[in-house]
């Protein structure tokens, strides 16, 4: 699927862009499938690695730092007391990631997919995209975590900036249950600070000041709803987030996240993702 002029102009206005109907519900429950299988499978891991986007909470433990070309797995803080399981397990997670896309055959097979070859490179902002990361995200009822306002850039940064994503809707995606939230217009800013590999830091990771920060009113930002299937396109410098899900309803979705690997684009070696091998090409 190519993106037609006026989506692409819509795009780089506002730094988000909803598809709908991009993916099959049988080419989505494939994945699922197997990521329940996954689960099933999973035994507790020995290391609890518990994820928030808190930057009060944010405590970066090796297998976290080391998760850029591995498939790992983090708990929703809810999740876990006095380090036990105290949810179902199939209900226990935050998200899996960084390397789905490239280490299991159904989420490659999914990711590498020539609709989505054809939809990035349809942005003419490409000449070589290179698949960096892959998550996928559970947002389970009642637990699912507030991812706070951020940038992806951020925390995948290029020179220059280069990432966009594309964040696939696995399940209705509501106000109800913590769909994301864009605020229009906001990657034309640039990003305010990075987030940095730091063996000097307590975390293992810290946050370079680039700019001052912006204080946002939550008032101002576009809820994204979304039907299973459909897709969000989303500028690596687009202010977004999403609020926790207390409704009784899941909210699965999966992301990938593209840089420019041509034109001198440097991807910097304090990212905190870092892969013993080359990204590949989309």
């Not at 490179?121 to 995209?129: C, P, Q, R, T």
């Not at 994301?180 to 600070?193: D, F, M, N, V, Y």
């Not at 830091?201 to 709803?225: H, P, R, W």
């Not at 979705?253 to 590949?280: C, M």
Request: include cysteine; aromatic fraction near 10%.
């Amino acid at each position: 699927m190519k993106l037609t002029e006026e989506q692409v102009a819509q795009y780089k206005k506002d730094g988000f862009l909803i598809i709908r109907n991009f993916n099959t519900t049988e080419e989505i429950d494939i994945v699922r499938g197997e990521m329940k299988r996954l689960i099933d499978e999973l035994d507790t891991p020995s290391t609890i690695s518990i994820f928030t986007t808190s930057d009060q909470e944010r405590k970066m433990d090796d297998y976290f730092l080391g998760s850029g070309d591995k498939i790992r797995y983090f708990f929703e803080k809810g999740s876990i007391e006095d380090g036990k399981l105290i949810v179902p397990k199939e209900m226990a997670f935050n998200k899996v990631g960084h390397a789905l896309h490239d280490l299991n055959p159904k989420f490659e097979e999914f990711s590498y997919s020539q609709k989505i070859h054809d939809l990035i490179y349809s942005l003419g902002i490409y000449k070589k995209a290179l698949s960096v990361q892959s998550m996928y995200i559970f947002k389970n009822q009642k637990i699912g975590g507030e991812v706070d306002i951020h940038q992806d850039s951020t925390f995948l940064h290029t020179t220059p900036l280069t990432t966009h994503a594309i964040w696939f809707a696995f399940e209705d995606s509501t106000i109800e249950n913590g769909c994301l939230r864009g605020l229009p217009g906001s990657h034309t800013e640039g990003i305010t600070r990075r987030f940095i590999s730091d063996p000097n830091s307590e975390t293992g990771c810290s946050f370079i000041k680039l700019a001052e920060d912006k204080q946002y009113n939550k008032s101002d930002f576009v809820a994204l709803e979304c039907k299973k299937g459909d897709i969000i396109l989303l500028d690596g410098s687009v202010v977004h987030y999403s609020e926790p899900n207390t409704s009784p309803n899941s909210r699965h979705a999966y992301t990938l996240h593209f840089i420019e690997g041509d034109d001198g684009v440097i991807y910097e070696n304090n990212n905190w993702l870092q892969s013993a091998k080359p990204f590949r090409v989309l």
